[in-house]
């Protein structure tokens, strides 16, 4: 067994013929719930007790009775499990899955950010470190952050970080003027304008959904802009037949497995050839990670009880105001 890549590196033993069942059977035996985010492999989407955005899974890490929460996303959403269940064991099938955003925000750097803007309100994306949620005041997803920005009185200085784009978009739906952390998602800055109108040239019928991570000339253009749990459920309840996606393409799983008799078009990157854009953290999950990640218990999120303790709190307040 070896973790110095960040994942178990073990190979799945020869007696073990269907992995899904063995993985399955694993997580009954240890009293163990798998979270996926919507991002996720669309077999490991399939293994999962609940799928959903990061409002989603937070809201499930808080409520469940799971003695092990292994959760199939990225590190900051399973050290959000973590703040939320220090009590309980959360795994993550490989440690090395970051986030291009959280990234663009360092925690020194933000604190910096902050001290310059004396009297603000800090409220930032929950695709962040524990150490910037400690720093904040309220934390939000792309799901309910115009809801909970509306909720703060209409003179109140805010500081919104770390996704620029998000933050341009809730400022332009709220008539606020919130100040705005230069950050980004890798993934959601990628999207080619040019392409998604060729494509809605070639598909006329065709709705555009858009994620608010995205540039605003790309909201500009959509039919809907929401979260990964809002889009899916314009689809859901759309008329429309024909949708072009402009967030990563594992959304489209759950979109065709709720909508089968719809067509559901990825978006392409600018600097591809290819015609979906997926999250490179996203997708290094995999089936026998996840299987090995509950047979050894491992890799496990640890965050150290006095930063947990302080980053609890944003969290909680963005729970109680959702």
Not at 173 to 187: D, I, P, Y
Not at 247 to 268: N, Q, V, W, Y
């Amino acid at each position: 067994m070896n973790v110095e890549k960040g994942y178990i590196d073990a190979p799945v033993p020869a007696e073990v013929k269907d992995l899904k069942e063995e993985i399955a059977r694993l997580k009954k035996e240890k009293k163990a719930v798998i979270m996926a985010h919507y991002y996720q492999k669309g077999e490991i989407q399939d293994l999962a007790d609940y799928i959903g955005d990061s409002l989603a899974l937070a809201q499930k890490a808080a409520q469940t009775d799971a003695e092990i929460i292994v959760m199939c996303g990225v590190h900051f959403m399973g050290e959000t499990a973590k703040i939320l269940c220090p009590d309980r064991k959360v795994l993550i099938p490989d440690m090395t899955a970051g986030c291009s955003l959280a990234d663009s925000c360092p925690a020194e750097e933000y604190a910096e950010f902050i001290k310059a803007h004396p009297g603000h309100t800090v409220i930032s994306y929950v695709n962040t470190t524990a150490e910037v949620k400690a720093l904040t005041d309220i934390m939000v997803t792309s799901g309910n952050a115009r809801k909970i920005v509306d909720s703060l009185p209409s003179d109140e200085k805010i500081i919104f970080g770390p996704d620029r784009n998000l933050g341009e978009y809730i400022n332009s739906v709220t008539g606020r003027e919130m100040v705005l952390w230069n950050g980004a998602c890798h993934v959601h800055e990628r999207f080619s304008l040019e392409k998604i109108k060729e494509l809605k040239k070639e598909h006329p019928q065709a709705e555009i959904l858009v994620h608010p991570e995205c540039r605003k000339p790309l909201q500009m253009i959509a039919d809907k802009v929401g979260s990964t749990a809002v889009l899916l459920k314009h689809a859901v309840e759309s008329p429309v037949k024909e949708f072009i996606v402009a967030t990563e393409s594992g959304i489209l799983h759950e979109m065709e497995r709720k909508c089968p008799e719809k067509t559901f078009i990825p978006a392409p990157p600018e600097d591809s050839t290819c015609g979906c854009n997926d999250c490179s953290f996203m997708k290094l999950n995999t089936l026998e990670k996840l299987y090995n990640c509950l047979r050894y218990e491992q890799p496990e999120i640890i965050v150290d009880k006095e930063l947990a303790e302080k980053a609890r709190r944003p969290i909680e307040r963005m729970l109680e105001l959702s």
